[in-house]
């Protein structure tokens, strides 16, 4: 074995080198301790050596050493006598000596079984440094031909001398899962097999083992074996070690000063002694020219100085788009935060006046729904900042942002190449939809109260309104003329004109009361034909009780022009007619089965169809082709069959509260308005839910209408507009309707924040009639 020692800035270091193919080891140390990992060289290095005469070298991690040097040693060593050995050596030596044949540094080598005076003697000779007993110990060694000699007498593996863990499964770089289906885990040195273990504890006897077991929690399981291996308290205290982040060895000072083994101090004997290069010290030729040429082009301009950069400081806007050229933009799938709006005059503590709310604002605000607030707090003036009171929505808001920003990322959809004006709907243009309603004709004024009601005679002559002052009016639609005023004690509700052309007759819902009017305009052969029918009926000897009462009209109010009153002893908001002119369907504001009733006017009976409610009961109409009711509550629209007498469908407007409802003329559609400012269309042969919902009002709306020859239908809203659409229904089942809004048509001022009471269509001109809360009627053509 050859030790070399070599002097770094003052220390002693021994360096391995192999002989008669054995390993030393490098071994250079400060302040008593290792500076390399055991079994390797400086630097985690091992270092080699060949007495090839001085045609090698000795490479290690902090120097290197010709190898004539090495075998000018390796000659002198090998002529020094071997210290004699006593024996049974071999089962005496010492954890360090063995080392030496293993190749692995051990680090019980500072043990007490060492001579004395080998280390007094090492202490003496380097005082300030008590870490070279290592280098003591090797030098005290045997010589390497006497030891390599013992080694070879004895078995190879008798003395296992490794420091690595004892494993005794052999099985070799294999996966474990290949044994699951053996009874074994692996053999042994030996050969023999390793059983696993008996299992046949359940989940209570490892809940039973856990809670008796005290050292349950520091039981493993071996992965190699199969065997439940118990952790010592230095196994343990190593283990929460390295769950904190800190080294494995309790000793090691990661914060100790490191040892500059190279300096920048000239040394005595430098690496090469060749002399300066002469163009070291001599100008270049070639450098001048170079160096004159940018002199040249600095003084012309044609180079530039470089600009110092002024370092402005950048600030994040919180409020500016991403630019898609930036880093993150340019990123596939980056999805960019989203942003907060902007904050306006109603945010400052001190708006102007006109962000102000009034009282009346206000009610209107704290009367609406969260969702339809335009603002989600009121505008509010302080004197100063530091009157503001804390936000009490701040935490609320906050945690929406947050909540917005971590589900950012789930919105993402896929983008698909398509081009976004191929997914606008291709509608007609309106005026290639004409006819319709464009612009306000005549303006009908007489009324002193809210016009509730109107409606139109078959011919589109006359034109007959309800209104709150208790009297309902007949007008000549060409002229707006009124034509006669008919006083009748109470709040119209509903008026409807028969729609048979040949019998002249008004129904007018007033108060508990049905009046059927003879307004006596128009063909007076359908005046006297009127006449002779009511007059021609014989009342049966023995009345069937009925729900109403069928009264006939005193000489004082036939001459008004009252021909029949049906008493029903509830309110009756609403009364219409069957196509054909002989029955007749009216609404009671009453709980129960009877809130609807169907008159038949020839034979002067009332019956009710139900016998049981379906909650309050809003509008009724009749199918104009087949034997239908339509019944419309609060909630849903009910398709009754009245020879069947059963309930045909349902349907769901899926909106609160039913306002309006009209039929079609076809009878296959039908449209719904609400006091949530919706128009739902309904497909009859579709589904049982909406096929469209048009919100195109602000406010509730108060009355929908189809018209009977034209494709239109228009709605009236609170907000006093009328909105006239185009609604084509095709024969063909395959193609479906086509809604298009064409038309907005104002002209009724807003009283008592009621707009459009009202409408109507003309029965044979795309005319449409309207009556306001402003008491007058109003005519659209």
Known sequence: ??????????????????????????????????????????????????????????????????????????????????????????????????????????????????????????????????????????????????????????????????????????????????????????????????????????????????????????????????????????????????????????????????????????????????????????????????????????????IQPRRPREHSPSFYDLWAQEDPDAVLGRHKMHVPAPKLALPGHAESYNPPPEYLPSEEERLVWEQQEPGERKLNFLPRKFPSLRAVPAYGRFIQERFERCLDLYLCPRQRKMRVNVNPEDLIPKLPRPRDLQPFPTCQALVYKGHSDLVRCLSVSPEGQWLASGSDDGSVRLWEVATARCMRTVPVGGVVRSIAWNPHPTVCLVAVAVEDSVLLLNPGLGDRLAVGGTDQLLSAFVAPEEPAEQPARWLEASEEE???????????????????????????????????????????????????????????????????????????????????????????????????????????????????????????????????????????????????????????????????SVIVCHGMVYNDLLQNPLLVPVKLLRGHALTRDLGVLDVAFHPTQPWIFSSGADGTVRLFT
């Open 1 to 302: 074995m050859l030790e070399v020692k070599r002097s770094f800035q003052g220390q002693a270091a021994v360096l391995p080198v192999e002989a008669d193919g054995q390993w030393g080891r490098l071994h250079p140390g400060a302040g008593g301790r290792a500076l390399r990992p055991e079994g390797c060289g400086l630097g985690g290095w091992p270092h080699r050596a060949v007495g090839q005469q001085g045609a090698c070298w000795v490479v290690g991690g902090l120097g290197v050493w010709p190898s004539s040097l090495l075998c000018s040693l390796q000659s002198s060593f090998a002529g020094a006598p071997a210290p004699s050995l006593q024996e049974g050596s071999d089962s005496g030596l010492s954890e360090s000596e063995e080392s030496v044949f293993s190749g692995l540094e051990d680090s019980g080598s500072d043990s007490s079984e060492d001579d004395p005076a080998e280390e007094e003697e090492e202490v003496s000779s380097d005082e300030g440094h008590s870490g070279q007993k290592t280098a003591g110990q090797q030098a005290a060694t045997p010589s390497p031909s006497t030891e390599v000699a013992r080694v070879q007498d004895c078995e190879e593996y008798a003395v296992d001398s490794s420091d690595e863990e004892d494993i005794r499964n052999t099985v070799g770089n294999v996966p474990l899962e290949w044994y699951d289906d053996f009874p074994h885990v692996g053999y042994d040195l030996d050969g023999r097999r390793i059983y696993k273990p008996l299992r046949t504890r359940d989940e209570l006897d490892q809940f039973l083992d856990k809670m008796d077991n005290p050292d349950y929690w520091r039981t493993v399981q071996d992965q190699m074996t199969g065997h439940d291996v118990r952790l010592t308290d230095e196994q343990v205290a190593l283990v929460r070690r390295l769950q904190r982040g800190q080294f494995g060895d309790v000793s090691f000072d990661p914060y100790e000063p490191a040892v500059d083994f190279f300096s920048g101090d000239l040394m005595i004997h430098p690496v090469t002694n060749r002399p300066a290069d002469k163009r070291s010290f001599i100008p270049s030729l070639v450098e001048k020219e170079k160096v004159s040429r940018m002199v040249h082009a600095i003084k012309m301009g044609w």
């Open 558 to 720: 036939r001459r008004g022009g009252l021909r029949l009153r049906i008493c029903h002893g509830k309110p009756v908001t609403q009364v219409t007619w069957h196509g054909r002119g002989d029955y007749m369907a009216v609404v009671l504001a009453a709980a129960g089965h009877t809130q609807v009733l169907i008159h038949q006017l020839s034979r002067r009976r009332s019956q009710s169809p139900f016998r049981r409610s379906h909650g309050q009961v809003q509008r009724v109409a009749f199918h104009p082709v087949r034997p239908f009711l339509l019944v419309a509550s609060q909630r849903s629209v009910r398709v009754y069959h009245l020879l069947r007498q059963e309930l045909t469908k349902k349907l769901r407007p899926n909106c609160k509260w039913v306002s309006s409802l009209a039929v079609h003329p076809a009878g296959d559609n039908i449209i719904c308005g609400s006091y949530d400012s919706k128009l739902v269309w309904f497909d009859l042969d579709l589904s049982c839910e909406p096929y469209r919902v048009l919100r195109h009002h602000r406010k509730a709306l108060r009355a929908v209408a189809f018209h009977t020859r034209y494709p239109l239908f228009a709605s009236g809203s609170d907000d006093g």
